[in-house]
């Protein structure tokens, strides 16, 4: 439940992390570059704790269904803000480190920056979706994402009287954050495919994504 700037603030926390390394360290970060992602250009310390207390209170959820039990991790469990060096340190959670270890085999990697291009709403979390899937694009650099309507509606939440008709759903939530990662330069271009239906319901929406090479338009 992260702002889209609260969670740019977590993928800069974590950016540093690759998948070659065996331990967390704490990282550190120009003063400057962490209050842009927080949307602020004047980079004042004062002004940033205020968003990074937000920030470290925002738990992350993990569920492990097959042994029924619901982990809730502080990501950020300590951060130093110092305003000589003009510099911030995150210290990461160490509980985390096997989730992260984990991602060199989901697939759900890639470069922290293109997240930062996105500013609206829903962008950068469907742009976090289609990237979960990145693993099975085919020699050509083409892959299949099925958004599911009721995953996203609670992802979002997307109160129930909202979006109401899917055509409004479709065009508000999915073809908006479409148009701006298309807009983003950030390597990906992505079309609407069409609607997965159960019965006459409509259940998701299948988006086509293609790798661009560099110089491609």
Known sequence: NMTPLEMKGMLLAYSK??????????YEFPLRDVARSFGQEDGK????????????????EILDPE?????????????????????VTFKLN??????????????TMFPAEYAFRLQGKYSLRIFQLI??????EDSKGFWKVSLNVEEIREMFKIKPNEYLLMAKFRIGVIERAIAEINNADIGLHVTMGGP??????????LVNVQRLMPGEP
């Open 196 to 205: 997965e239906k159960r019965g006459k319901n409509i259940v998701a929406f």
């Open 131 to 136: 990237m979960q899937w990145q693993g099975k």
């Open 94 to 107: 160490e509980d985390l480190k096997p989730h992260f270890l984990a991602l060199r085999k989901e697939y």
């Open 45 to 60: 310390p004062d002004k940033l704790i205020a968003a990074l207390k937000r920030l470290i209170m925002k738990p992350i």
């Open 17 to 26: 992390f690759t998948e070659h390394d065996k331990e967390f360290q704490p």
């Open 67 to 87: 042994n029924n039990q619901y982990f809730l991790y502080a990501p950020l469990p300590v951060i130093l803000i110092d305003a000589k060096k003009n510099t």
